[in-house]
C-alpha cells in the first residue's frame, strides 16, 4: 500500500526540541524528493523544508531555517524532521509529502501526503 | 518570493452548479502550478499539476488552466463531496514553494 505515515508530534515547551518521522510505503522512497508542510490551526498550508531524494541537497523555509533540520535515511524508507528552539508560531499539524517525478528538480507537485503529526508549542 | 493570491475567499454554490477558481502569482510561473483539494480533518490531495494536468483517479468535472499569471480551477458541476477548501502551489521559483491562502468552496 502506498502511503506516508508521520508520527513524533506532541505537546512541547517553546525552546524545546521535538523530531519528527514520516515512514514510507509502496514505492521507491529512494527515487523522490521529499518534503515536510505544515498547517497552522485554521490556516493554510506552510511549506517547510525539502530534501532531494538522495539527500544530497536541503532548502528550508525563511521561518525554520537555522532551527529546523530535514534528513532522509533511505535504507530504512523515512524522513525525520529535527526541530529545535520550538516557537508557539511553530504549532501547526505537520504533512510530509511525496513529489510526482522521480530523480527530478524535487519542486514537485505533491502526489502523496501523509495524515499529519500535530505540534503544539506551549509552556 | 512568489505570492499566490487566491479568490474568491469564499464561494457559496449548490450541487450541479459550477465552480471557478481564480489564482493569481506576483509574477509569471509559466505553468509550473497545482491545485488541491482539503477536506476537515484530512491531508490536501492533488488535483491538477502543470496548470492543466490532471492528477490519477480525479474526476474529469475537475479542471485547470492558464499561464504565467492567471490560473483558474473549474469544477464543472458540483458533487456533495466536492466542498472543501482548494489550494494552489507555485513551483516556478523556490525555494520557498508557496501556496495560495485557499477558497472555501461551500454550500
Known amino acids: 500500500q502506498v502511503q506516508l505515515v508521520e508520527s513524533g508530534g506532541g505537546v512541547v515547551q517553546p525552546g524545546r526540541s521535538l523530531r519528527l518521522s514520516c515512514a514510507a510505503s509502496g514505492f521507491i522512497f529512494s527515487s523522490y524528493g521529499m518534503h515536510w508542510v505544515r498547517q497552522a490551526p485554521g490556516k493554510g498550508l506552510e511549506w517547510v523544508a525539502v530534501?532531494?531524494?538522495?539527500?544530497?541537497?536541503?532548502y528550508y523555509a525563511d521561518s525554520v531555517k537555522g532551527r529546523f533540520t530535514i534528513s532522509r535515511d533511505n535504507s530504512k524508507n523515512t524522513l525525520y524532521l529535527q526541530m529545535n528552539s520550538l516557537r508557539a508560531e511553530d504549532t501547526a499539524v505537520y504533512y510530509c509529502?511525496?513529489?510526482?517525478?522521480?530523480?527530478?528538480?524535487?519542486?514537485?507537485?505533491?502526489?502523496?501526503w501523509g495524515q499529519g503529526t500535530k505540534v503544539t508549542v506551549s509552556s | 518570493e512568489i505570492v499566490l493570491t487566491q479568490s474568491p475567499a469564499t464561494l457559496s454554490l449548490s450541487p450541479g452548479e459550477r465552480a471557478t477558481l481564480s489564482c493569481r502569482a506576483s509574477q509569471s510561473i509559466s505553468n509550473f502550478l497545482a491545485w488541491y483539494q482539503q477536506k476537515p480533518g484530512q491531508a490536501p490531495r492533488l488535483l491538477i499539476y502543470d496548470a492543466s494536468n490532471r492528477a490519477t483517479g480525479i474526476p474529469a468535472r475537475f479542471s485547470g488552466s492558464g499561464s504565467g499569471t492567471d490560473f483558474t480551477l473549474t469544477i464543472s458541476s458540483l458533487e456533495p463531496e466536492d466542498f472543501a477548501v482548494y489550494y494552489c502551489q507555485q513551483r516556478y521559483n523556490w525555494p520557498p514553494l508557496t501556496f495560495g491562502g485557499g477558497t472555501k468552496v461551500e454550500i
Open positions: 530534501t532531494f531524494f538522495d539527500g544530497s541537497n536541503e
Open positions: 509529502a511525496k513529489v510526482l517525478y522521480s530523480y527530478g528538480s524535487s519542486a514537485d507537485a505533491f502526489d502523496l
